[in-house]
């Protein structure tokens, strides 16, 4: 059974970063004893850039000791500690290629479903000190996942996490993951990600402009002279800018 085996916190504070001062809190640690979780902070614990993380679909950010293992070994690294990646849960267990959007997990005293994989940002790269970390946690799949608070309640370093209910789509957040931001996404599976319940309103609005630049892409397709030169397949970065995630 997977298992909690940190509960990590931060508040906002001001980094120097390249010659500027960037409002982050990034830098998490753990705390001992239970923690109450509630809709959308774990008690002392903060966001600076509102805009991008916290709210209710990204209470609480989990990352898997796998991954940690994982870039211990591909960066060369040996000194991780737990809150390292900015996550607030640091789990045994819940690997991205497995858990699925709309999942529903116990945890504690609190219960919480799967949203969407993390929203990366040159932040982590600087509480990490490198500076492609953002694009390495997509680009290798392993970028942790969002969850909301459906039930209020206290958690501790050690808890259980029993699964209590799938999602209706079984979209895992490696799946979702390359979607929204890897080159080759499947317009069909899009498709799927615009009827999923469990989705955050602004990741349906993404999949809907996947789904809508493969469908235009095939319209030009069938026109006479469709073939006469050639096209690169639709791509995120064809997205309308309204339907990307902030």
């Known amino acids: 059974m997977a298992r909690l085996l940190s509960v990590n916190v931060g508040l906002p504070r001001d980094i120097a970063w390249q010659g500027r001062t960037v409002r982050t809190a990034i830098w998490k640690a753990p705390v001992q ?39 211990q070994d591909r960066l060369g690294r040996n ?63 392993r970028p942790g996942f969002y969850f909301r608070v459906l039930e209020e309640g206290e958690v501790e370093a050690g808890d259980e996490i029993a699964q209590v209910s799938t999602g209706p789509e079984r979209m895992s957040v490696a799946e979702v993951n390359a979607l929204l931001y890897l080159p080759g996404s499947s317009e069909q599976r899009a498709g799927a990600g615009i009827a999923h319940s469990g989705l955050e309103c602004r990741l349906a609005r993404l999949f809907s402009g996947i789904a809508r630049a493969g469908a235009e892409r095939r319209r030009e397709d069938r026109k006479p002279w469709a073939h006469a030169y050639s096209r690169p397949r639709a791509r995120l970065d064809g997205v309308p800018a309204s339907a990307r995630i902030a």
Not at 42 to 67: K, M, N, P, W
Not at 88 to 100: A, H, K, Q, R
């Open 33 to 71: 004893g239970r923690r109450m979780v509630r809709r959308l902070n774990i008690d002392g614990d903060g966001q600076g850039d509102l805009a991008g993380h916290g709210g209710e679909h990204r209470a609480v950010f989990v990352y898997q000791t796998a991954s940690y293992r994982y870039w």
């Open 79 to 141: 000194d991780f500690g737990y809150g390292q990646f900015g996550e607030n849960f640091t789990v045994d267990g819940l690997p991205d290629d497995e858990v699925c959007i709309g999942d529903h997990f116990q945890i504690g005293g609190g219960l919480f479903e799967v949203t969407q994989p993390r929203v990366t940002c040159y932040r982590v790269g600087i509480r990490m000190n490198e500076p492609q970390m953002a694009a390495l946690l997509v680009a290798h799949g």
